[in-house]
């Protein structure tokens, strides 16, 4: 990866994935971000000692691939700043709901890859899907595997109207988990345990889930039904979620994250 690479956008995610550069040997003289805001700059500074721009400037022409880590409501405007430098370049978004189509014509670039990373990718966990526009070469997909791989797994889509499925099932996932973490251990403190420990056993216990699942080769639900006696302690506690429609409820709201994600390219993709 000797190409120089431009990040629009200098949040978490950019930070992730310049961390990730940065730990496989990537040079920081062959990296440049745009960042408006200056606490994050400075966040950047600190961290990863790089030295933002404030604004896009003819710095971007030097780089092979671009990487658009900004929020849909400000793409549009930071993709005007950036064009007339970038037009050369693979262009990488990370940006939810803003469909390939939008960014090659905001761009004027046909060489698009869309993503929906997660935030596990800040520690090198995360998983991330991908979908080429066809003028994207098996070389600029190699390139994009090679950055994106630094954050964790990455997987490839046919179709890119599958992104708003993986935003709404892994790309806003983590926050699900939390929050069944959040009720784990409230629980664990209404029954008397210490919130240190409370804490601690919830997120062993999600962990080591998620890893036992990616061990197995039986489903989830065959994994939980080895936890489920009949009459016993997880029978009475499923039983309860199965009365309350957990399940179903938990299955709309991650429709409804689908809804809200192609919603975002109908509202900031014109």
């Not at 099932?169 to 629980?187: D, K, Q, R, W």
């Not at 999600?206 to 039986?218: P, Q, W, Y």
């Amino acid at each position: 990866m000797s190409e120089h690479i431009a990040f629009i956008g200098g949040g978490n995610m950019a930070s992730a994935l310049i961390g990730g550069l940065l730990r496989q040997g990537f040079p920081r003289s062959g990296l440049t971000v745009v960042e408006p805001f200056e606490s994050a700059r400075n966040a950047l500074r600190s961290s990863l000692g790089l030295d933002a721009l404030e604004h896009a400037n003819a710095t971007l022409g030097q780089a092979g691939m671009v990487i658009w880590a900004v929020k849909p409501q400000v793409f549009k405007e930071a993709a005007a700043a950036a064009q007339p430098y970038t037009t050369g370049a693979l262009h990488l978004s990370v940006a939810a709901g803003i469909r390939s189509e939008t960014i090659a014509q905001w761009l004027g670039n046909e060489r698009v890859i869309r993503s929906m990373p997660n935030t596990p990718a800040l520690i090198g966990k995360g998983i991330t899907a991908l979908c080429a526009r066809p003028a994207v070469t098996p070389a600029d997909r190699a390139w994009a595997e090679r950055v994106i791989g630094t954050t964790g797994e990455f997987l490839w889509l046919d179709h890119e109207d599958q992104l708003d499925a993986v935003t709404a099932l892994s790309g806003s996932g983590p926050a699900y988990m939390f929050y069944f973490m959040e009720a784990m251990i409230a629980a664990g403190v209404q029954m008397g345990l210490d919130p240190a420990h409370a804490h601690r056993l919830a997120v062993a216990t999600c962990l080591g889930a998620g890893e036992l699942a990616r061990a197995s080769t039986d489903a989830p639900e065959v994994l939980r039904q080895r936890v489920t006696s009949k009459g016993g302690t997880t029978y009475a506690a499923i039983t309860s979620m199965e009365r309350s429609q957990v399940k179903d409820h938990f299955i709309a709201a991650i429709h409804a994250a689908r809804e809200r994600a192609h919603t975002l390219g109908l509202e900031f993709g014109a």
